[in-house]
């Protein structure tokens, strides 16, 4: 099967992004620019591809996508001016993983569901590994640092059941939260804040694997808790501006009363 891409626009955008580096004529702050610097806009891009798809703003998730993309071609550029690779070694080199990896798509392999499916994947996944010493030989080398904390607590989780290591079942692992819990009360008894500190890392990192455990990712949960807490304040604002008083001038049990209602309010 072959699909055929827009080749024009994408030659467009290639010629953009070189002449912002041309040397002579091009844009003095792209020139700056280096992986390093530029890495930052990447990830924000990426969260604001989700924020579209959350919000199921279709027109904005095209023009999120084009940022997305315009990041890609940057880092392809940059790395093309320094002898290593362009933008077509990046798309080929994808192309190449993704028939790689669907051998029941592209190939003779049979899969029945998507459950033997994702084994399949990781199956090549290890293959892939263990084909690439530079790599490293470790379960959790190529486990990216740079990931959202939850995000890599959970990838370094999954990563590690892969050869067994992980909790039998999700009492298991709600067992280590609770013992987590437990380690952090007597941290914050002993008043020492590097022991709090590490206490409560545990504790969040046990919180990831149980979402794990329950078919749930982290910072979706946390992103909608986020969202729905940033509606019920904005209700309690309203109320607060409503009542011709300062926040200062509100009672702990005025405020919890708009709060509830807030809460009431959402549930209709």
């Known amino acids: 099967m072959k699909v055929q891409p827009d080749t024009a626009s994408l ?52 023009d999120e996508l084009g940022d997305l993309l315009f990041q890609v071609v ?31 798509v592209f190939g003779e392999r049979q899969v029945g569901s998507s459950a033997e499916q994702t084994q399949l994947w990781e199956e090549i996944k290890r293959e892939e590994r263990a084909a690439a010493p530079a790599a490293g030989g470790g379960v959790l080398d190529d486990v990216p640092v740079g990931l959202p904390a939850l995000t890599r607590a959970t ?29 952090l009360d007597a941290a914050i008894a002993s008043g020492e804040e590097p022991a709090i500190a590490a206490e409560m890392g545990d504790l969040l990192f046990s919180i990831a694997n149980w979402c794990r455990h329950l078919d749930l990712d982290p910072e979706t949960c946390l992103r909608a808790a986020n969202q729905k807490f940033t509606t019920r304040f904005r209700a309690v604002e309203r109320d607060v501006a409503s009542s011709g008083r300062q926040w200062s001038d509100q009672d702990a049990a005025t405020l919890d009363t708009f709060w509830r209602r807030a809460k009431v309010a959402g549930q209709t």
């Open 11 to 62: 030659a467009q955008l290639l010629e953009i992004m070189a002449a912002l580096r041309n040397r002579e004529r091009g844009c003095p702050w792209d020139l700056e620019q280096t992986f390093a610097t530029i890495a930052p806009y990447t990830i924000e891009e990426a969260y604001e591809v989700a924020d579209a798809i959350e919000r199921n703003d279709l027109p904005d998730l095209k």
């Open 74 to 104: 940057f880092h392809a550029r940059m790395a093309e001016e320094a002898g290593q690779f362009d933008f077509s070694d990046v798309a080929a080199a994808i192309c190449a993983k993704m028939l790689r990896r669907h051998p029941h």
């Open 155 to 183: 990838k370094l989780g999954k990563r590690a059941a892969t050869v067994g290591f992980d909790w039998p079942d999700v009492a298991g692992v709600r067992a280590k939260v609770s013992e987590e819990v437990a380690e």
